[in-house]
């Protein structure tokens, strides 16, 4: 199991985050997704098959890009 904090400069409201987490939440091996709007950061947790890489292609994808 891996815990990541991700900054996401996209992130203005309650309501990006929980786009955010419903999305990552899809990815297998996703675990846990947490976010705070005030920060821009969601911490993930994840195990195989989902790597960090995915996790940044995914954040692309739905326009939410990591930093
Ligand atoms: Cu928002």
Same mark, same amino acid.
């Given at each position: 199991?891996? &815990?990541? !904090? #991700?900054?996401?400069?996209?992130? !203005?409201?309650?309501?990006?985050? /929980? !786009?955010? &987490?419903?999305? #990552? #939440?899809?990815?297998?091996?996703?675990?846990?997704? =947490?976010?705070?709007?005030? /920060?821009?950061?969601?911490?993930?947790?994840?195990?195989?098959?989902?790597? #960090?890489? /995915?996790?940044?292609?995914?954040?692309?994808?739905? =326009?939410?890009?990591?930093?």
């Amino acid at each position: 199991m891996e &815990k990541t !904090t #991700l900054s996401i400069p996209g992130i !203005t409201c309650d309501h990006c985050v /929980r !786009t955010i &987490k419903n999305e #990552l #939440l899809e990815v297998e091996g996703v675990t846990a997704v =947490d976010g705070d709007a005030q /920060r821009k950061a969601v911490e993930v947790e994840f195990e195989t098959p989902a790597t #960090l890489d /995915r996790i940044r292609q995914v954040l692309k994808e739905i =326009d939410y890009p990591a930093e």
